[in-house]
């Protein structure tokens, strides 16, 4: 497989390890550090293409487990893979399925083969190996097709991570080595637990395969936000400075600022979507519960410093009404805003880095907080 990495370093801190680079794939080139829109059945709730290009989104996620359970990875095939079948002309990430395997828990029984599971919709006997995995990713034509994991939860003991530490770092392999010679890139995760010295070592076994990036996985499952940052500071630059690093699952705005500190390229997280549909939304001030019968009468914007569709034609009143109502255009526009705050709050750290004011960006997104985000 290809041995030039796709991602290029453009600048650094000098205070901090926050970086600016760009990746370059089939569909694009990504500058970083990126949010990534979660589309995990081949759609970003409540989003068209044209809504996520008009927020900024420059490449977005979609989901091996779920996309292989229905519709099926053979008819997106015959579709255009996942681009033509969703009309996205940019970089698509898919997950490889490994964290929602592991969520089945009892519906899952992992073997050194790979995982044999009960489908979520209709109970029927499924089996994914790393090697079906990949093959099911490059069916959908993703840009950056992720490594089959097996996710360790919180807590786990250190036996438990590190057995299941060893069987991902074989997977891994077995993915890397099935790959067809497609041009599509193929990362790598790092599992390890709560354990840095196992992090690190997992870190070293990836390397040794040789992926196209680095995802940290394993993380933001229930443990505190303490130790996330600990295992972050622990591992990230342990991590090639060469290539692209990306935390999966996170986060929070906050936890996004946190990461591009510590030296993180790539989020992924379904919190601005989900967030969106109940109502809670982000702004530069602090979190709005546009609910609050405070918001009733408020002919404000969401966010007067914001520039999204929603802030420049909508009124809080107008959107408490659409929320209070369970009207489908809530939805719409509260998504369209959040994705555009987290989408932007990027854009600006990019710019932060790129002038070598990261901590001074940092020190005035916390000023700027009401109240900290959930
Ligand atoms: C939230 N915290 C968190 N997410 C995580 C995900 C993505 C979940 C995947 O599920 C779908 O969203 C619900 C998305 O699929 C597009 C996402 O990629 C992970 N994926 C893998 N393969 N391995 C991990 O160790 C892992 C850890 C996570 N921690």
């Not at 680095?214 to 130790?227: F, R």
Request: glycine residues 8%; contains cysteine.
């Amino acid at each position: 497989m290809s041995t030039v990495s796709p991602f290029t370093l453009l600048g650094r801190s000098s205070e901090c390890k926050a970086r600016r680079g760009q990746l370059t794939t089939l569909h694009g080139t990504i500058q970083t550090p990126v949010f990534m829109p979660v589309g995990t059945l081949g759609t970003v709730k409540a989003m068209t293409p044209e809504n996520l290009k008009e927020i900024g989104a420059q490449i977005i996620l979609g989901n091996t487990y779920h996309l292989y359970i229905r519709p099926g990875h053979e008819l997106i095939r015959r579709f255009g893979g996942l681009h033509g079948f969703m009309h996205w002309d940019r970089p698509i990430l898919t997950d490889s399925g490994g964290f929602q395997i592991f969520s089945l828990k009892e519906l899952a029984k992992i073997t050194e083969d790979g995982a044999a599971f009960r489908s979520h919709i209709d109970g029927a006997k499924l089996f994914l190996s790393p090697e079906g995995a990949v093959h099911v990713q490059e069916a959908l034509g993703a840009d950056i097709m992720m490594a089959l994991d097996t996710c360790i939860p919180y807590p786990a003991d250190r036996d438990q991570a590190i057995k299941a530490t060893a069987l991902t770092a074989r997977w891994a392999k077995r993915c890397r080595e099935a790959q067809s010679d497609t041009g599509q890139l193929l990362f790598g995760i790092v599992q390890g637990g709560m354990y840095a010295d196992l992090r690190r070592e997992a870190i070293e076994q990836l390397v040794e395969i040789g992926f196209d990036g680095y995802a940290l996985g394993g993380l933001s499952v229930g443990e505190p936000k303490a130790l996330m940052e600990e295992m972050l500071d622990a591992t990230a630059d342990h991590l090639p400075v060469d290539h692209a690093r990306y935390l999966m699952g996170v986060g929070t705005p906050e936890d996004l600022v946190e990461g591009v500190y510590h030296g993180i390229d790539m989020f992924d997280c379904v919190m601005p979507t989900r967030n969106a549909r109940n109502g809670m939304l982000f702004t530069s001030q602090g979190r709005v519960v546009i609910k609050n019968a405070c918001f009733q009468q408020d002919p404000r914007p969401l966010d007067e410093t914001c520039g999204c569709y929603t802030c420049r034609h909508y009124s809080r009143a107008y959107l408490r009404h659409l929320f209070q109502n369970r009207e489908i255009l809530a939805y719409q526009l509260n998504s369209i805003h959040n994705l555009h705050y987290y989408c932007t709050l990027m854009a600006a750290m990019r710019e932060a880095i790129q002038e070598d004011r990261f901590l001074d960006f940092r020190r005035h997104f916390y000023q700027q907080r009401t109240e900290p985000f959930a």
